[in-house]
């Protein structure tokens, strides 16, 4: 079995569409999602509706969680509170009640599958450093999990110490366990525009990051177009 991981599709309808060609490429034979289907980008509905009809296992990501309620938009900087907004004046309430049921974490084969933590699913907190990693360790049941909300591909590594790293393809170690983050489709944040997703063969034992080249100028258009901060169109042809 060869499962696709995706993670912070952010409403990039045009690099999901190139991530599902390549998913297809690939034999993938399974696609789950990280959380964040929508926010920042300007086709939320349209990303929603795909992950939707394929019946995509998805996790809850922050922005999930704030385009489909009325909380407060503490500490968020304005480009991302204004996207917020916008999401919400999009998704009609049935979309939004999808959005609102989605799970913190959820398991798919032998993974687990959450948007940022597993030591505090709901807080949203960001793994950049192995420290981070260590905290979310003692609360993985499975030897691999998969996480996003960082929009950073990397890998962490527990045996005795928690290492961690960028990767583009490893062999998994059985005796190890791994706690990996995928990159984002939507909006990368590694200083590489690529849109990015991760191949996990299951027979072959193998992780690897995928990145592809999408039209990165339709993506703008289309948030210029919205009346979306300019920022949120820039920072897609930087990849940060
Ligand atoms: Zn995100």
Same mark, same amino acid.
């Given at each position: 079995?060869?499962?696709?991981?995706?993670?912070?599709?952010?409403?990039?309808?045009? $690099?999901?569409?190139? &991530?599902? %060609?390549?998913?297809?490429?690939?034999?993938?034979?399974?696609?789950?999602?990280?959380?964040?289907?929508?926010?920042?980008? #300007?086709? =939320?509905?349209?990303?929603?509706?795909?992950?939707?009809?394929?019946?995509?296992?998805?996790?809850?990501?922050?922005?999930?969680?704030?385009? /489909?309620?009325?909380? %407060?938009? %503490?500490?968020?900087? =304005?480009? #991302?509170?204004?996207?917020?907004?916008? @999401?919400?004046?999009?998704?009609?309430?049935?979309?939004?009640?999808?959005?609102?049921?989605?799970? *913190?974490?959820?398991?798919? !084969?032998?993974? @687990?599958? &959450?948007? $940022?933590?597993?030591?505090?699913?709901?807080?949203?907190? *960001?793994?950049?450093?192995?420290? #981070?990693?260590?905290?979310?360790?003692? *609360?993985?049941?499975?030897?691999?999990?998969?996480?996003?909300?960082?929009?950073? =591909?990397?890998?962490?590594?527990?045996? @005795?110490?928690?290492?961690?790293?960028?990767?583009?393809?490893?062999?998994?170690? /059985?005796?190890?366990? *791994?706690?990996?983050?995928?990159? !984002?489709?939507?909006?990368?944040?590694?200083?590489?525009?690529? /849109?990015?997703?991760?191949?996990?063969?299951?027979? !072959?034992? @193998?992780?690897?990051?995928?990145?592809?080249?999408?039209?990165?100028? /339709?993506?703008?258009?289309?948030?210029? %177009? $919205?009346?979306?901060?300019?920022?949120?169109?820039?920072?897609?042809?930087?990849?940060?």
């Amino acid at each position: 079995m060869k499962y696709a991981i995706i993670a912070d599709i952010h409403g990039n309808l045009d $690099a999901f569409q190139v &991530v599902l %060609e390549d998913i297809r490429a690939q034999n993938a034979t399974h696609i789950v999602c990280l959380g964040d289907v929508v926010g920042y980008n #300007a086709q =939320p509905k349209e990303c929603l509706k795909i992950v939707r009809d394929m019946n995509i296992p998805c996790v809850k990501g922050n922005h999930d969680d704030l385009c /489909s309620t009325n909380n %407060e938009l %503490e500490g968020f900087n =304005p480009h #991302a509170a204004d996207a917020v907004h916008w @999401t919400r004046a999009q998704l009609d309430e049935e979309e939004k009640a999808w959005l609102r049921d989605l799970k *913190y974490t959820r398991m798919a !084969a032998n993974f @687990t599958m &959450v948007h $940022a933590t597993l030591d505090a699913p709901d807080k949203w907190q *960001y793994v950049f450093d192995k420290l #981070a990693a260590a905290a979310s360790f003692p *609360y993985q049941n499975t030897q691999m999990c998969f996480f996003g909300h960082t929009h950073v =591909p990397v890998a962490f590594m527990r045996d @005795t110490v928690v290492r961690g790293g960028t990767y583009s393809k490893f062999k998994v170690d /059985s005796s190890k366990k *791994y706690f990996i983050n995928v990159g !984002a489709v939507g909006q990368p944040r590694d200083n590489n525009p690529k /849109s990015a997703y991760v191949i996990y063969d299951m027979d !072959a034992q @193998t992780i690897e990051l995928r990145r592809l080249d999408y039209d990165i100028e /339709s993506a703008q258009r289309k948030i210029r %177009e $919205a009346g979306l901060p300019e920022r949120l169109a820039e920072r897609l042809a930087y990849g940060r």
